[in-house]
């Protein structure tokens, strides 16, 4: 069952070369919402209790990716499989989540306005 819904930072670089436009989902525990301060470029910021609140956000005509930057892949895979069972046909979630993502090089972004995140220095 994972295989059919994962996917690759290097599937999804090849997906946009190829110029693919896929939406990504920012999938974050709740908890942690404050201290994200990068993204992936565009992606929508949803928190795991709220999934349900933001289905009417996540287009059902493009790719959707979810990732998190999480370890492991459990949370990110049942989101996947939640969309998919709510009508949406192409659903995937990242492999490796946001830190793979980072090493394929891909375009990321700061979270933005309205943030109460703050850059950590010296770490």
């Not at 939406?23 to 709220?50: E, I, S």
């Not at 969309?83 to 192409?90: A, E, P, T, V």
């Amino acid at each position: 069952m994972m295989d059919e819904f994962g996917m690759t930072a290097d599937e999804v670089k090849s997906r946009m070369k190829s110029g693919d436009e896929l939406f990504f989902v920012n999938f974050r525990h709740h908890q942690d919402w404050d201290l994200a301060v990068m993204k992936v470029r565009g992606a929508l910021r949803v928190p795991d209790d709220r999934l349900e609140q933001h289905l009417s956000e996540i287009p059902r005509d493009l790719p959707i990716i979810v990732y998190s930057t999480c370890p492991g892949d459990e949370p990110v895979l049942r989101a996947a499989q939640f969309l998919h069972q709510n009508g949406w046909s192409d659903v995937h979630f990242l492999i490796g989540g946001f830190n793979k993502y980072c090493e394929g090089g891909l375009p990321v972004e700061e979270v933005g306005e309205g943030s109460t995140s703050k850059k950590l220095r010296g770490l």
